[in-house]
């Protein structure tokens, strides 16, 4: 798989620096996702993208050549949907704001690092896993196949570049496998304590979603009292994202008629 990136930062990231960050995520990708899940890609940094005045974006179809495409904006614009849709139509897209990062006071590659991890796991999102309801764990819910948002808060660095860190495929197991590890990091941080990392489990700082078959509805769940996570869930409401693309597929998924 490849995913092209297209810089669309209007300098606040250079395109050098844009190429530091994609060879350590590439770095990433190759030497710690895809032995542990037998699935990559290449990240690659594309052509240019045109703007006259006001107008909305205008891309070249033969500067995207990859099978998916990350975007890398200052902040929010609303007109970048429309353009992905008219130029890149059914291809898969994830999209990084550096005033969502600079908000929460981490990194903006960490959030590169994530949206391209989630992209190769679940390109179309449409994946998910059954497993125990968050807070009850009474009954099965359906997971989203992400693999980064329980463990968002955390990161490591490669070449001096931070990166997210993840979870691994034991870490959707209904129990817990002696000795085994759920993230790539072997561990969750909440507060000072360092603590094993529960299947289905949600480390501080992140939150995971689901959808309930009971309510026919999208959820997520967070740890009470998690401020950290609530600030990111909040500051990402109302933006496009892999997020808001996932609550509309299931809707309609949940909105057909039985037979």
């Known amino acids: 798989m490849i995913i092209s990136v297209f810089n669309l930062s209007h300098g606040a990231v250079t395109d050098i620096h844009m190429q530091k960050v994609i060879r350590a995520i590439n770095v990433q990708i190759e030497r710690d996702f895809e032995p ?15 703007r006259k005045g006001k107008q909305r974006f ?11 495409v990350l975007y890398v904006l200052d902040k929010f614009n609303k007109e970048l949907g429309g353009a992905h849709d008219t130029d890149f139509r059914g291809v898969p897209a994830g999209v990084v704001y550096l005033d969502l990062s600079q ?16 992209m190769i796991a679940d390109p179309q999102i449409n994946l998910v896993v059954q497993g125990p ?35 691994l495929p034991l870490y959707f197991t209904p129990s817990s496998e002696p000795g085994s590890r759920n993230n790539f990091m072997g561990a969750a941080i909440r507060g000072k304590t360092a603590h094993h990392l529960p299947s289905f489990g949600v480390a501080h700082g992140g939150y995971i979603g689901y959808f309930d078959p009971k309510k026919a509805d999208n959820l997520t769940y967070e740890h009470e009292g998690d401020a ?17 693309q ?6 309609r998924f949940a909105t057909i008629p039985k037979a």
């Open 133 to 167: 309801h968050p807070e009850g764990r009474d009954r099965d819910v359906f997971h989203w196949f992400e693999m980064c948002d329980a463990v968002q808060a955390q990161s490591y660095a490669i070449d001096a570049i931070q990166v997210s860190d993840f979870v």
């Open 228 to 244: 950290l996570a609530r600030k990111r869930r909040i500051l990402k409401q109302g933006r496009t994202g892999r997020r808001a």
């Open 103 to 118: 908000g929460l006071q981490e990194d903006w590659t960490v959030s590169l690092s994530h949206e391209a991890l989630e």
């Open 36 to 50: 542990y899940w037998s699935f990559g890609a290449t990240l690659r940094l594309e052509g240019h993208t045109a």
């Open 58 to 68: 205008k891309f070249d179809p033969l500067n995207m050549r990859g099978d998916g």
């Open 246 to 251: 996932r609550m509309v597929k299931t809707a």
